[in-house]
């Protein structure tokens, strides 16, 4: 009898631990608990993946091992940013999908599931052609542009039609006063699949062939489909109000009119556009900026990235632990913007103190600051979603964020070039980091008409209202 009592205790004891101790433990709830919310978060890995073999691991062996030209690499990693904005429309059609089975989301991240892995499956063979490798060197040119251009446009699009489709399930699903929880742990997943996958490719590719580079694409390729599926199993539920010939409300466009009619929402977009822009600008330059500036080795630098997630993952729990508790999103994402500021100083200081530690606080800030702002905006963003348009309000925070950060990191790039022609290397960097500055002020700005008063009570959401009334 003493020994049950003193197992129910320790029970009782570790389940009071788990939120304390693990930050997202509290996300799940009693309709969705947390072995069902893991599940579903696992289409966050496959993002993951995808963006590292797209930015990070292609990349580099396009480059390097394929001696592809960088521009022409350039403009084929920039491909899949054409589609980010179609994400409100991918949005709206998953708010309005009409089939048999009585589904809306599950079509979608199923058909972008399939464009991913028809995308990685021709990567590897297009990517050698277009390099000229073995007997494609035969081959016309244009016939490995196309090829690896339709393959990166397949991967990008059926990435973002994945994301967007699966943060609004997840939205449908979890309880509005979990949201804030539930946003963390999908990002904290994203973040976790890119450094996973990013130490995982690099040792498979340390001895680099062609056969072993065909390998690996497409384990990407199956294992991208395989996570997607088990994501999906069982998780939306069916509905007799979604059959073929049900009419839907709204048109695209008078959905998007109704939508922008909503309390300061092209300003909303505005500011997650800004701070994303400051956040993400130097996201091409942190590694040369400590090894040309700061004489940092080669060792060294690789840590940056993961200092940068290092501080994204502080950035989640600790916005999730906040916003759970009632607080303002804005005023959150409004302290990410704040802690930018000394990140950027520390930045431009590191180079005329000669102190990559100092170098290195300040990177860990960027992403401690980038990770509260994304976490407030995203949480906003589903609590203020119209009702019915989940799904493109979804899309439209993902369409300008992610369409923010490609412009922002190209932007980055030509500014530090062209200050570079002109002026000393530590004058270019130290523009770039300046103009972040400047945007995260112009964000704060922005965000100013968001907030709501400290003494005001929380806001309901407004999907949560419209069902108590």
């Given at each position: 009898m003493n020994t049950t009592k003193k197992r129910?205790?320790?029970?009782?004891?570790?389940?009071?631990?788990?939120?304390?101790?693990?930050?997202?433990?509290?996300?799940?709830?009693?309709?969705?608990?947390?072995s069902r919310l893991l599940r579903l978060s696992?289409?966050?890995?496959?993002?993951?993946?995808?963006?590292?073999?797209?930015?990070g691991t292609l990349n580099r062996v396009m480059i390097v091992e394929l001696k592809v030209s960088a521009t022409l690499v350039s403009f084929m990693v920039a491909l899949p940013l054409l589609i980010a904005p179609l994400r409100a429309l991918i949005g709206f059609r998953s708010d309005n999908?009409?089939?048999?089975?009585?589904?809306?989301?599950?079509?979608?991240?199923?058909?972008?599931?399939?464009?991913?892995?028809?995308?990685?499956?021709?990567?590897?063979?297009?990517?050698?052609?277009?390099?000229g490798a073995g007997q494609s060197s035969q081959a016309p040119a244009w016939i490995g542009q196309v090829g690896a251009a339709g393959a990166f446009l397949l991967v990008g699009l059926g990435m973002h039609t994945v994301q967007t489709a699966g943060l609004a399930l997840a939205t449908d699903l979890a309880p509005p006063e979990r949201q804030p929880q539930v946003v963390g742990l999908m990002y904290v997943m994203q973040l976790l699949g890119?450094?996973?996958?990013a130490l995982v490719l690099g040792y498979l590719l340390h001895?680099?062939?062609?056969?072993?580079?065909?390998?690996?694409?497409?384990?990407?390729?199956?294992?991208?489909?395989?996570?997607?599926v088990?994501?999906?199993?069982?998780q939306e539920p069916r509905s007799r109000l979604r059959k073929p010939g049900t009419p839907i409300e709204h048109s695209f466009a008078q959905a998007w009119q109704l939508f922008c009619q909503g309390p300061h929402?092209?300003?909303?977009?505005?500011?997650?556009?800004?701070?994303?822009?400051?956040?993400?600008?130097?996201?091409?330059?942190?590694?040369p900026y400590g090894g040309e500036i700061l004489h940092m080795s080669v060792s060294s630098t690789t840590l940056l990235s993961a200092t940068l997630a290092l501080g994204g993952l502080f950035g989640f729990a600790w916005a999730s632990r906040v916003l759970g508790r009632g607080a303002d999103a804005y005023r959150m994402s409004t302290w990410g913007g704040w802690i930018g500021l000394p990140a950027f100083v520390a930045i431009i200081a590191a180079a005329p103190l000669a102190s990559p530690l100092v170098f290195m606080f300040g990177v860990f800030l960027v992403g401690l600051g980038g990770g509260l702002f994304a976490h407030g905006t995203l949480t906003a963003t589903m609590q203020l979603a119209p009702p019915g348009q989940i799904g493109l309000a979804m899309g439209a925070w993902g369409a300008v964020q992610a369409t923010a950060a490609g412009v922002g990191?190209?932007?980055?790039?030509?500014?530090?070039?062209?200050?570079?022609?002109?002026?000393?290397?530590?004058?270019a960097y130290s523009a770039v980091y300046a103009i972040e500055i400047v945007l995260l002020g112009l964000t704060l700005w922005a965000m100013l008409p968001l907030m709501r008063p400290k003494a005001q009570n929380p806001v309901k959401p407004v999907h949560q209202a419209s069902k108590s009334a």
């Open positions: 129910s205790n320790w029970g009782l004891a570790l389940a009071s631990w788990g939120p304390r101790f693990f930050p997202f433990a509290d996300a799940a709830s009693d309709d969705l608990p947390l696992l289409f966050q890995i496959s993002v993951g993946m995808a963006m590292v073999m797209l930015v999908h009409r089939s048999q089975l009585g589904w809306r989301r599950v079509p979608y991240i199923w058909m972008g599931s399939l464009l991913q892995f028809g995308g990685f499956s021709i990567m590897p063979f297009a990517l050698l052609v277009l390099a890119m450094i996973g996958s001895d680099y062939s062609p056969g072993q580079l065909i390998r690996v694409v497409q384990a990407v390729a199956v294992m991208t489909l395989v996570l997607n088990i994501a999906l199993w069982k929402t092209l300003r909303r977009l505005l500011a997650v556009g800004l701070g994303t822009m400051a956040f993400t600008m130097e996201d091409v330059l942190l590694e990191m190209a932007v980055g790039g030509l500014v530090r070039d062209a200050v570079a022609l002109v002026s000393s290397p530590v004058m």
